[in-house]
């Protein structure tokens, strides 16, 4: 059996940490018997006009890329998803961002489906990677799951007519649909005849097993870790005025943020208003190893996220024995206990965040148990091979459908 996984939010060589939960269940697949390759959508950007590292980076992702033993296909194509684009052009005018993509990729997916034969296709987010899929299934005859990851994908299709009856179409055609909590797979439902599956984030239980930078390793003082996109959803701004809420009862505890996006010069603005400087530290983009790295040795791990499907950080941290802090309401609410596996807060809550750092950091019975009690829940339900096993088991179902 093999499968192929389509994808545009995927790792590339210039970042490998980018859609790496798709990257490691492909592998963990692999791990059970299917034969996984992916297919990921790439901005096409000519290298005489990759004026900026960013987009030199682009320019230079190669057409096919073997990596950690999975074979990729990077599809060229006159493609851009950046907020702007998709706010003001792909919402409103769908075309641009499916039959536009489709067009411009046909050729190379014909070449693909026939070295690769794949029997069935993966698509991940309903554009413009579950259009590519839906356009494959037609014309070559074979089945596609479409998993849904995106509440923020969903309801900007909702809010436009034209996007709205091609996601449904998309989403009800499908051989099987799969998403991360029980308020993405309500929506769903209505647009499907079939069970929607829910089926978590995971995290790899060999993440212990990173290469240490010395650059990176061994803080002098005990440290908080959010990882995470610099966007408002993301609550970092609620998470440093919690911090400056704890700084006089713990006054050597900082703050590492890793990430980048379009908040950062607000957040860098907060952190010198409030004098944080020397305790928030706004660390960029990292790689996955990195990142590892700062959560094996962060004392807890705080995203107050909000619209968050799941998380895969929240996994992984649980998987490192790392106490979790995160919001009320949202997909990982639906996996943790509060107080068994870490800490849920109200939104946009500094005040909340900051007891919840306090308890934690000054209960250290708590902290140790509320770890272990992570690590245990990720062993048996939040793991890679847990959720690889659940969707070949969907594969196969497909496919004993279609005989």
Not at 157 to 176: F, P, T
Request: net charge positive.
């Amino acid at each position: 059996m093999k499968s192929l996984w389509l994808c545009d939010y995927y790792p590339r060589p210039h970042d490998t940490a980018m859609g790496i939960w798709g990257f490691k269940t492909m592998q963990a697949l692999q791990n059970q018997g299917v034969d996984t390759v992916g297919m990921a959508p790439t901005p096409w950007i000519p290298r005489a006009l990759a004026l900026n590292q960013s987009m030199r980076h682009w320019a230079h992702v190669p057409d096919q890329w073997d990596y950690q033993g999975i074979k990729s296909y990077y599809l060229r194509c006159l493609h851009y998803p950046h907020r702007w684009v998709a706010k003001n052009i792909y919402n409103t005018w769908p075309y641009w961002d499916s039959e536009w993509v489709w067009k411009g990729c046909k050729q190379v997916i014909d070449t693909v489906i026939h070295t690769e034969k794949p029997d069935v296709l993966h698509a991940n987010f309903v554009f413009p990677s579950g259009y590519l899929a839906w356009r494959m299934s037609h014309k070559y005859h074979i089945p596609y799951v479409m998993h849904e990851r995106s509440p923020q994908r969903l309801n900007a299709a909702m809010q436009h007519s034209r996007r709205k009856r091609l996601y449904e179409k998309i989403v009800h055609d499908a051989h099987a649909v799969i998403t991360l909590n029980s308020s993405l797979a309500q929506a769903l439902q209505g647009m499907t005849d079939k069970s929607v599956h829910r089926i978590p984030a995971a995290a790899d239980m060999d993440s212990m097993s990173f290469t240490k930078n010395p650059g990176i390793s061994r803080r002098s003082k005990p440290y908080i870790l959010s990882v995470g996109a610099l966007n408002a959803r993301k609550g970092h701004w609620y998470l440093i005025h919690a911090l400056e809420l704890v700084r006089e009862h713990m006054p050597d505890l900082q703050c590492v943020i890793v990430g980048d996006g379009p908040e950062r010069a607000r957040l860098e603005r907060l952190i010198r208003a409030l004098n944080l400087q020397e305790r928030v530290l706004l660390m960029g983009r990292k790689s996955h190893a990195e990142v590892m790295q700062l959560m094996h040795e962060c004392v807890l791990f705080a995203l107050p996220s909000q619209a968050e499907a799941f998380g895969t950080v929240y996994a992984e941290a649980l998987s490192m024995k790392k106490p979790i802090i995160a919001c009320h309401g949202e997909g990982i609410g639906e996996y943790i206990q509060d107080g068994v596996h870490g800490i849920l807060v109200e939104p946009k809550n500094p005040k909340g965040i900051a007891n919840a750092i306090q308890q934690l950091i000054e209960d250290v019975e708590l902290r140790l148990r509320i770890g272990k009690a992570g690590l245990a829940l990720v062993e048996a339900r939040l793991s890679y091979a847990a959720i690889a096993q659940s969707i070949s088991s969907i594969y196969k179902e497909i496919l004993n459908g279609q005989e």
